[in-house]
Nanobody
Framework: QVQLVESGGGLVQPGGSLRLSCVGS????????MNWYRQAPGKERELVAG????????NYADSVKGRFTISRDNDKNTVYLQMKSLKAEDTAVYYC?????????WGQGTQVTVSS
């Protein structure tokens, strides 16, 4: 079955950086678009960034453009989210996501807390 496992979250000071990773298994990783979502307390889950199967095209939420970079290594079945210049408002649980014609698939999430 499809499994997505995120890692790399933690506590970071404002202006700091973190890199999240998500390892996929149980599906042909290089044939799936991959996305990162986040959900802050009391808010709806929102799309942060997405990347196409081969990694050629990416898209970002306006709030993270220029600060976050999504990338993937299909040999390692891994998608990354490099986050720089972090702000308090980036605090959230970050989820890796993919989908096919049958369903959406989510990881368990990794907590990112930006605080001094």
């Amino acid at each position: 079955q499809v499994q997505l496992v995120e890692s790399g979250g933690g506590l970071v000071q404002p202006g700091g950086s973190l890199r999240l990773s998500c390892v996929g298994s149980g599906f042909p990783f290089n044939k799936y678009r991959m996305n990162w979502y986040r959900q802050a307390p009391g808010k709806e889950r929102e799309l942060v960034a997405g990347i196409t199967m081969g990694g050629r095209f990416t898209n970002y939420a306006d709030s993270v453009k220029g600060r976050f970079t999504i990338s993937r290594d299909n040999d390692k079945n891994t998608v990354y989210l490099q986050m720089k210049s972090l702000k308090a408002e980036d605090t959230a649980v970050y989820y890796c996501q993919t989908f096919n014609d049958l369903s959406f698939y989510w990881g368990q999430g990794t907590q990112v807390t930006v605080s001094s």
